[in-house]
Every structure is written in structure tokens, then in C-alpha cells.
């Protein structure tokens, strides 16, 4: 039995991108779906029996209409081929309104080819290859648990504890009703102890989530534990159950730089109680990130550094950010023009910074209207010593707060 793994394709992410005059769309929104339609296209390829998709669709609860059209165009090959489709809800799909309906659970309309899965659940899906037995077990959710009067009172540590419990006694008890002979794979949205984050994930949040072992997730005749919700592909258990994190399908940051992305097509090959499980981690199509840090303190000419620095650096059709140090004596021979026409070739510039050095600066901040968001943020930390080891990650949030706001101002 075939099945395509994935998680975290997280659409609607726009920093770092601009509006393509040709379609009207953010050229962001058109990378991740070239990733996406890129891993719909292997799994038509491998003829899979089964799409599992790990949770967070999106990048919230409230996709626009174009985002959701875009999901739903990229799964109907999928539909059309009568490949079942499986989506779990993940923590960036859950609406935050106890009732309201999650980012995909329109989804299950796509002529009776997909299931959702909101809560906790064992299921039997049938495939062209035979069936599949299923643990779906989805972000827990808290308002849920707290809807129960013995837990109101509890504190958000205890509320914790309480989840890994209640997560843990369910697989305990769901592998007791499986039947060995059959393929069965355990999929989930959360963290797992020992896992790497790959930059993007807020570690301040993750060290508050409810957490588990893989010993609590890899119990026999479970075949793999497909998961989402940290975007690095791993194994967190090489040398049993595979424990699998698929990755994200594309970057989402600088801090992604370095990470390839992609998704897991998993085999499981059965011969009657005797079962083999095999994976491989497929990369997509994504955007480059190229971050650029270049040290010209003391060069009597630091735009040159720069731009050889730029000359031994593939930045065609990436997001490109440079980062550049000098002396304070060489700030009147940076020379911005010149280093923007050499990184014309890049997707997206999306900034060339001065790092703050070493020196006494008046704790006084000049922002101007003009100013970007970027530039304006950018130069208050310089001001403030204490932000500087905070600076990408303050950027970042800002830029990403600020995309959502103009995407929620838009029609669409």
C-alpha cells in the first residue's frame, strides 16, 4: 500500500512576496501552490493509494476565497482519480469560536473522496489496495477539554497533562482493537519529545503544548506514525516504527534557509502477519532563500566587498536578504543602487541591512512617515542593544502581521 505523507503546506503565507500583474495573486501564494500541484503530480505518478494530510492547511482559521479554491483545485486530480483523500485538523485550521467550522472542513465535500477529522478517531479507510486501519488523532484542542465542568478549574499546566493522557490511553486502548494483518499507520498534529524545530516554529508555544514520547505513538501492529506540526523532515524512532515528520512543502522564513522541503511517500508491503514498511523523503520545488551576511569593516571599498560577495552567490529567483557590517566612517561608501541592480535577478529582495557594530548609540529612535515597516522596526533595534538577538525573529512577525492585515483589507 502506497501513501503520500505531508502536513503544513500552510497557504495564504504572502511575506516576502509582491502581486503578479499577469494573475493578480501574490507571487508567494503562487510558489506554494507550484509545491503543492508539484506533490499532487508524484502522487498521481506513483499511483498512491491513500493522500494523508497531517493538518495546518493554512496559515489561519479564515482562508480568503481564493486560498480555499486554490486547496480545493490542487485536490481534485486526486478526486479524479479516486485516490481517498484524509486531512486532519490542525492547530492553524481549528477557529478559535467554539462551534464554528475549521479552515477545511468544506473539504469533505469533494465528492465523498476526502474525510476530515476534527477529534480523536479509529477508521477504516478503503483503498483500491485494501483497507487501512487509521488512528487520526488531530491538534487537541483545549476549549473542547474545558467545556467539561472537572476541568474548568485547572490550570493551563495541569489542562496539559490532562491532554497527554487522554491522548495516550486512546492509542493504548485503539491498538487493542486492530487487526495485525492489516496495514495501519497512527496520524497526528503535535509535538513529540526529541523532535528538531526547523526555525519557524515559535519555541516560546511549543514548550507549552502538549507533548508525547514515541514510545507512546509507535506501538505494534501500527505500520508509521505519519505527523505534522513541525515543519523538519525527521524519524523520530530509526530503528523501529518509523515516527515521521513529513516537513513543510515550502519555506516559510529565513530561518527555513537551510531546511529542504518536501513530502514522505510510504509503502507498506504486507504478506499476511508479516509486514514491511518503507519511506522516502521527496523535495518540492521551493523558493530559495539566500540569506547574505558579508563582514567589509576596514575595506576602503565596502560596496565592492558586497557586490563580490552577491557575484559568488546563486540569488536568481530567490529571496534574497543581505546583511552587511561596516565601520562607521564607511557608511557614505555603501552604495545602495549599486547592490540593488546586482540582485536584480532575485525573486525578492528582501532587505539590505546594516548590522549594528559595536559602538555607544543616544537611545533616540528618528522614524519617518515614509519609512517602510522594515526599515522603521529595523532601526529601533538598533537602538535598543537588548532586541538585537531578537532582530530576524521581530522582523519577521512584523512583516508576517502585516501581510495578513493587507490580505484581510483585500476582496479576497
Known amino acids: 500500500m502506497k501513501i503520500l505523507h505531508t502536513a503544513d503546506i500552510h497557504l495564504g503565507i504572502t511575506t516576502y512576496g509582491r502581486i503578479d500583474p499577469a494573475t493578480g495573486l501574490n507571487t508567494r501564494l503562487q510558489d506554494f501552490r507550484r509545491a503543492f500541484e508539484f506533490m499532487v ?73 476526502a474525510r476530515v477529522f476534527r477529534r480523536p478517531e479509529v477508521a477504516t479507510v478503503p483503498t483500491k489496495s485494501g483497507p487501512l486501519q487509521l488512528i487520526a488523532l488531530p491538534w487537541p484542542v483545549r476549549s473542547l477539554l474545558l467545556t467539561r465542568e472537572a476541568y474548568r478549574r485547572k490550570s493551563a499546566a495541569e489542562v496539559r ?49 502538549p507533548k508525547f514520547t514515541v514510545g507512546q505513538l509507535a506501538l505494534p501492529p501500527i505500520d508509521y506514525v505519519a505527523l505534522g506540526h513541525i515543519h523538519r523532515h525527521q524519524n523520530l524512532n530509526p530503528d523501529g516504527i518509523p515516527v515521521v515528520y513529513s516537513s513543510s512543502i515550502e519555506r516559510v522564513s529565513f530561518r527555513e534557509a537551510d531546511d529542504p ?34 563582514d567589509a569593516r576596514g575595506n576602503a571599498d565596502p560596496t565592492e566587498s558586497i557586490l563580490k560577495a552577491i557575484a559568488r552567490t546563486p540569488v536568481t529567483d530567490a529571496i534574497v536578504r543581505v546583511r552587511y557590517q561596516v565601520d562607521e566612517d564607511q557608511l557614505g561608501r555603501v552604495d545602495m543602487r549599486r547592490i540593488r541592480k546586482a540582485l536584480h535577478s532575485a525573486a525578492h529582495i528582501a532587505g539590505i541591512e546594516r548590522l549594528a557594530g559595536p ?21 529601533y533595534i538598533d537602538q535598543h542593544e537588548q532586541l538585537h538577538p531578537l532582530r530576524e525573529q521581530l522582523i519577521e512577525a512584523a512583516l508576517a502581521l502585516e501581510a495578513r492585515l493587507e490580505a484581510e483589507r483585500s476582496p479576497d
Open 161 to 209: 497533562e490532562v491532554i497527554e493522557q487522554l491522548y495516550t490511553e486512546y492509542v493504548q486502548k485503539a491498538v487493542e482493537q486492530l487487526d495485525p494483518s492489516l496495514p495501519t499507520v497512527l496520524a497526528g498534529h503535535f509535538s513529540v519529545q526529541g523532535a528538531e524545530l526547523s526555525g519557524s516554529e515559535r519555541t516560546s508555544l511549543i514548550a507549552h503544548e
Open 41 to 113: 503530480e508524484q502522487a498521481l505518478a506513483e499511483d498512491v493509494d491513500l493522500f494523508l494530510f497531517c493538518g495546518d492547511a493554512f496559515r489561519h482559521p479564515d482562508p480568503s476565497p481564493t486560498e480555499q479554491t486554490i486547496f480545493a483545485e490542487c485536490l481534485q486530480p486526486l478526486v479524479e482519480r479516486n485516490i481517498p483523500i484524509v486531512l486532519l485538523v490542525g492547530n492553524h485550521d481549528h477557529p478559535v469560536t467554539f462551534g464554528r467550522a475549521s479552515s477545511i472542513d468544506i473539504f469533505r465535500y469533494l465528492e465523498g473522496q
Open 359 to 379: 559602538v555607544v548609540r543616544e537611545r533616540r529612535t528618528v522614524i519617518h512617515r515614509d519609512n517602510s515597516l522594515r526599515e522603521a522596526l529595523t532601526r
Open 261 to 294: 522541503k518536501g513530502f514522505v511517500l510510504v509503502d507498506i508491503q504486507t504478506d499476511g502477519k508479516r509486514k514491511q514498511t518503507r519511506y522516502r523523503f521527496v523535495e518540492t520545488p521551493a523558493r530559495r532563500f539566500v540569506d547574505l551576511h558579508v
